[in-house]
């Protein structure tokens, strides 16, 4: 019974003595943490991490394209090759092959899950030539 007592004893006061030693360690952490002036703290410039809108709009003519990627998409090609991606191409235009002329602003800083193209929200649009075959995706009609 008396080693009972004992181990009981013993087992107790190493328990609280490492109790002990964790607290100490986190007050000595947390001094260390208030302790950090401000001239050791790398300052990075703020980010935006909302997307822009270009001040100035942009007009170019361009062909529809349908892409059959990422669930589908339709994407603007302009006459010198760039990529753009329409966030508000209307339905009656969703016509893969035909020719544009759009109206509109480019969006910087705007991550999409198509991954493809500059987006661009369009202001004005006008048919030039209508699309030539229908879109690859019979889902769309």
């Not at 013993?10 to 947390?30: H, I, P, Y």
């Not at 942009?58 to 753009?84: D, P, Q, R």
């Amino acid at each position: 019974m008396f080693k009972k007592i004992v181990s009981l004893v013993f087992t107790c006061s190493f328990l609280f003595s490492c109790q002990q030693a964790a607290e100490e360690v986190t007050k000595r952490d947390t001094a260390n943490t208030e302790a950090i002036s401000a001239a050791e703290v790398s300052i990075m410039p703020k980010k935006s991490l909302s997307a822009k809108v270009e001040p100035e709009q942009i007009s170019f003519t361009a062909t529809i394209k349908y892409m059959n990627l990422e669930g589908g998409f339709f994407g603007l090609v302009s006459k010198e090759g760039k990529h753009w991606l329409p966030l508000n191409l209307e339905k009656e235009f969703q016509k893969d092959g035909a020719v544009i002329k759009v109206t509109g602003k480019a969006i910087t800083g705007m991550m999409t899950i198509q991954q493809w193209g500059t987006p661009f929200s369009i202001t004005d649009i006008e048919l030039i030539t209508a699309a030539n075959k229908a879109p690859e995706n019979k889902n769309l009609q």
